[in-house]
């Protein structure tokens, strides 16, 4: 069974750091390539960061320079550094597993970001 359980999410006074976690399991962690989304109130999911399962990274340009996305395959676990933060990153934040070999692409349930001002 396929499961990605995002962790690290809270509240946080706007210029602070978070980094938020998603432990994987039921797949072969190092063939996928794997994505940090994000969806505020009202807004259509978006992506934030992805890292490859060759480590090739992108951001989305909102969060250039002050998130960074890693991958431990070892502990199967993708995680997002969030530097810099600013009321307009409050979001529910997902982990995304895809490999287009196996057709396959999942999702876990989100952790809530909150950035005050």
């Known amino acids: 069974q396929v499961q990605l359980v995002e962790s690290g999410g809270g509240l946080v006074q706007a210029g602070g750091s978070l980094r938020l976690s998603c432990a994987a399991s039921?797949?072969?962690?190092?063939?996928?390539?794997m994505g940090w989304y994000r969806q505020a109130p009202g807004k259509q999911r978006e992506s934030v960061a992805a890292?490859?399962?060759?480590?090739?990274?992108n951001y989305a340009d909102s969060v250039k320079g002050r998130f960074t996305i890693s991958r431990d395959n070892v502990k199967k676990t993708v995680y997002l550094q969030m530097n810099s933060l600013k009321p307009e990153d409050t979001a529910v934040y997902f982990c995304?597993?895809?490999?287009?070999?196996?057709?396959?692409?999942?999702w876990g349930k989100g952790t809530l970001v909150t950035v005050s001002s």
């Open positions: 890292i490859t399962s060759r480590y090739r990274t």
């Open positions: 995304n597993a895809h490999a287009e070999a196996y057709g396959m692409s999942t």
């Open positions: 039921g797949i072969i962690f190092s063939n996928y390539d």
